[in-house]
């Protein structure tokens, strides 16, 4: 008998979960084949069935009567032969887990025992299936540390996962994850909310290891550009179905699916300055439930066509760029300092002085958007805050409209901070649990008197909800009744409540999916001009300021390192920090998929 070239093979898998208001169905008759050595990138927005596809091949979903699973995952075991991962029993399920079948979860702060050290969790892994010594687990923990290009591995070794960034988290998990050299890596959002040049750097390291231990990797996104490089073949999911699949040069330059199309469209570009970015719903109509109109004609048919008839040419932003420039500032930052001070150790009394934000400088013009950005511990959010004195600065000015607001007492700060709003990177960490969304709004609106009474309160959020592209019926819901979406429009209809003049956006877009993190882009646009706005938009990600922001300022260790017109600094960086980050961008452009696929063939014939 031929040996079977397919490592994985998934047959008519349907999950079913069972809830209050009736049975839902997250996976419906998904079919896919994973080959030795390949590499498969599911992509989809939130909900579309991805990540219950993935634990479904773990078996981490709950058991019945909460959920059915049917179907079969056949798996090519090196120590069972040909095995229904559904069907197979739990002791040697376990052997698997962890040894053959690996997975790099999301979120890596919460797959992390906080109460025991990064290296004794990926020490235990290796103990635990497989016979070695103490010693011997304890240096190929370091040597995966260090194959995963971790610094200082030791160090890393004996720190607890709060000791260390989000980044590093990630590499430790990557680390566990290819303890016992698996044959199936199954790597769900492992970029996520992570500066681009670390997920560059994780890109690269899935890459090397792909490479070098001839692993099958199933890499679960929601952003085509990233999966573009690093994928062999595309499987598209909508609604736990999938809708087009195919080699990643297939999908890319000629999508088949308006779903597809229409993922492909929403990302912000690098070589284009959109007007506004085209979104999901422009490529295929859907009904209340979401399910494809047949009736109702798209607005557009081809990603190119919606590109071409949305750009902004260079004469119209020299002309608003001029315009932007010859007004009086709103706000002005004059030698802004932020310190902090630490002890060193926990049983140490000598104190260390951190500069967050060092001695920065900058004009913000009416109705402009700033666009600030730079890697994680540069010092954005501190400098953010800062503004809002959400931390006290150390010493500077922060002069909004002529009023040097550190200079103001408490009751002057609390009038003055109804014109200057703040939209968190969390919103379901900034929303109170306990409260519905029109009492989280209609509360600062009562503190700070706006309106004469509850009714009229009531009548303007219900109008701010339908202006962030919410409902009336919305208003008695609960934060966890939403998705991470709707979540931050609720978040900006708060903002807006208060009639402000000023909003800091800090990394509120960074952890959607690139369909709704569009929608919310555009929503701000939108809101900056009805409601003439003026925007601090806080990023790690420079293809997404680029598309929103007016002017850059770039910032490394505490300072601004480079400021300019957004086409300017994409074009003409003038320090090396900067290209760096352009350089992280996922492109997923033809060019660079032919580029990547044909260093690809030749690494496989060398």
Known sequence: MPENPNLIEINNLSVTF????????????????????????????????????????????????????????????????????????????RQLRGNEISMIFQEPMTSLNPVFTCGNQVFESIIRHEEVTKQAAKERVIQLFEKVHLSNPERIYNAYPHEISGGQKQRVMIAMALACNPLLLIADEPTTA??????????EILRELRETEDMSVVFITHDLGVVAEFADRIIVMYQGKIVEEGAVWDIFSNPQHPYTK??????????????????????????????????????????GQALMLNFQSEAELKKHHERLVLQTPLLQIKNLTKEFVKTKGFFSNKKETVRAVNDVSFDVYPGEILGLVGESGCGKSTLGRSLLRLVEPTSGEV??????????????????RKDIQIIFQDPYGSLN???????????????HSIMNNDKERRAYVIELLETVNLNAYHFNRYPHEFSGGQRQRICIARALALQPKFIICDESVSALDVS????????????????????????????????????????????IVETGFSEDIYEKPKRTYTRQLIQAIPRGDLDTIRRIMLKRKLQKSS
């Open 194 to 203: 992570l500066d681009v040049t670390v997920q560059a750097a994780i890109l």
């Open 18 to 93: 069972k809830g209050e208001n009736g049975n839902h169905k997250a996976v419906q008759n998904v079919n896919l084949k994973l080959k030795k050595g390949e590499t498969v990138g599911i992509v989809g927005e939130s909900g579309s069935g991805k990540t219950v596809t993935s634990l479904s091949m773990m078996r981490l979903l709950p058991d019945a009567p909460y959920c059915n699973t049917e179907g079969e995952i056949l798996f090519n075991s090196r120590q069972y032969g040909e095995v229904n991962l559904l069907k197979l029993p739990f002791d040697k399920l």
């Open 262 to 303: 229409g993922l492909l469209a929403c990302r912000p570009r690098l070589d284009l300055k959109l007007r506004v970015l085209p979104v999901v719903s422009d490529f295929m109509a859907t009904d209340e439930h979401g399910h494809i109109s047949e009736i109702t004609e798209a607005k557009f048919q081809s990603v």
């Open 399 to 416: 002069i909004f409209e002529g009023k040097n607001i550190l200079e103001l007492n408490q009751k002057e700060m609390r009038a003055i």
């Open 516 to 559: 709704v993190q569009a929608q919310v882009l555009n929503l701000l646009n939108e809101l900056k001009a009805k409601f003439n706005l003026t925007y601090i938009f806080i990023s790690h990600d420079l293809a997404v300021v680029k598309f929103i922001a007016d002017r850059i300022l770039v910032m490394k260790d505490g300072q």
């Open 433 to 447: 649990p306990r409260m519905t969304i029109g009492e989280i709004i209609m509360e600062p609106m009562r503190i």
